[in-house]
């Protein structure tokens, strides 16, 4: 598989907002389910399916203590990766705001007699 398409692969698991809320859980620490299911809007066998996916991707790991499935960030690159997304959303939306305030002050001198 050429590196592009793994990429992809990456960035289309990456695509769910519950799989992000789940990254941005486990930070962190490690969690079992039950700790992770109220902060989330989903319901168990959704969250099921959605751990799963990040498990299969290497993103997270997965442990037993007795009953309990114990859920965690599989390294500090899941961490380095979110980090560097809020950060270009930072830089992105700072750069918005800096638009909207030049189209709202644009706007006002035309509302100027």
């Known amino acids: ?8 692969e990456l960035f289309r698991l990456l695509g769910h907002p519950v799989r992000i809320r789940v990254l941005e859980l486990l930070q962190n620490g490690p969690r079992p389910v ?3 299911l109220p902060a989330l809007d989903v319901e168990p066998p959704g969250l ?3 751990l799963a996916a990040l498990r ?3 993103l997270v790991t997965a442990r037993r203590e007795g009953a309990t499935v ?14 560097a997304a809020r950060e270009l959303l930072t ?23």
Do not use: C, F, I, W
């Open 70 to 83: 114990v859920y965690a960030l599989a390294g500090k690159k899941v961490t380095d990766l979110l980090r």
């Open 91 to 113: 830089e992105t939306l700072s750069g918005q705001n800096e638009l909207l305030s030049e189209l709202l002050q644009a706007r006002a001198q035309d509302d100027t007699p």
């Open 1 to 8: 598989m050429p590196l592009s398409q793994a990429q992809a």
């Open 48 to 50: 099921s399916q959605h």
């Open 56 to 58: 299969r991707s290497g």
């Open 34 to 36: 039950r700790d992770l």
